[in-house]
């Protein structure tokens, strides 16, 4: 397997962030994707909607961002290889690695509890699929085999389960599988579309994304699929959602005013995160 270090001061331009503790204020910070300066780049904010500031910039984009559970790594897709492969950067000192180094198309990194794996959707077997490897990048592993397309895997909090939205049934399903890849599961089954599923951090509930009621909103389940509730409701998309560490609260993407722009929804309802005229992607709260 090919992997890459990445000289740091060639990818790595000015990096503002000299420890993870520095990052954010109350309630951390949340990571996400602008293409405000010309291309995808990766950017943070604090929960309170200050400080927002870039922390990687190349002319190639970068997606997907996915911070480790100890808030001390970003994983993140990029296509600065020529095609797009899973790095993972070091928010102390920005040391970068390519984890992946596979000529296929790698996407949608996800960390176990423990630190000590990363799934991830990938189409080196012809399509996308559901993929395992160790966070070193060794020994990478197909969880899901399918003619369909599998994408978006998260991990439970106890780690002994990931879900994923896959279009194996017609249209886009939430699915759960054990960590080991056995009893595969719909979890969603009607049809609607739904994808982009997130574990709360206590396990108990599932958001996910769903064009259920005609509009896309963020919805939440019990995390056996039972109990679906609606938490948005708006004419505009509401897209990606990511929980707070405590659970309290949820990030997405929304249009609701002309662009994609972050907003946090908790027990008071919906506040905008950001304001910046372009759109947004990808939102991943800090642990």
Known sequence: MIRKKIPVLYL????????CSSLGGVGGVIAFVSDRDGNDDI????VDGSGQR??????????????????????????RDGND????????????????????????PAWSPDGGQIAFASDR????????????????????GNSAHDWGPAWSPDGEQITFFT??????EIYVINSDGSELRNL???RATDFYPAWSPDGEQIAFVSYHEGNWDIYVMNADG?????????SASDSQPSWSPDGEQIVFVSNRELYFELYVINSDGVRRLTDNQNDVKDPAWQP
């Open 125 to 144: 077997d012809g399509n996308y699929d559901i993929y395992i490897m160790n966070a070193d990048g060794s020994n990478v592993r197909a969880l899901t």
């Open 85 to 108: 492969e899973i790095y993972v950067m070091d928010m102390g000192v920005g040391d970068m690695e390519n984890l992946t180094g596979n000529p296929a198309g790698d996407a949608a």
């Open 167 to 172: 279009n194996r049934d017609g249209n886009y």
């Open 54 to 79: 870039k922390i990687m910039e190349h002319a190639a984009s970068n997606l997907y961002p996915a911070w480790s559970p100890d808030g001390e790594l970003i994983a993140f897709v990029s296509d």
């Open 226 to 234: 039972s109990d679906v509730r609606r938490l948005t409701e708006h």
């Open 188 to 190: 969603t089954d009607n």
């Open 12 to 19: 790595f331009v000015g990096l503002i962030i000299t420890s």
């Open 43 to 46: 950017y943070v904010i604090n």
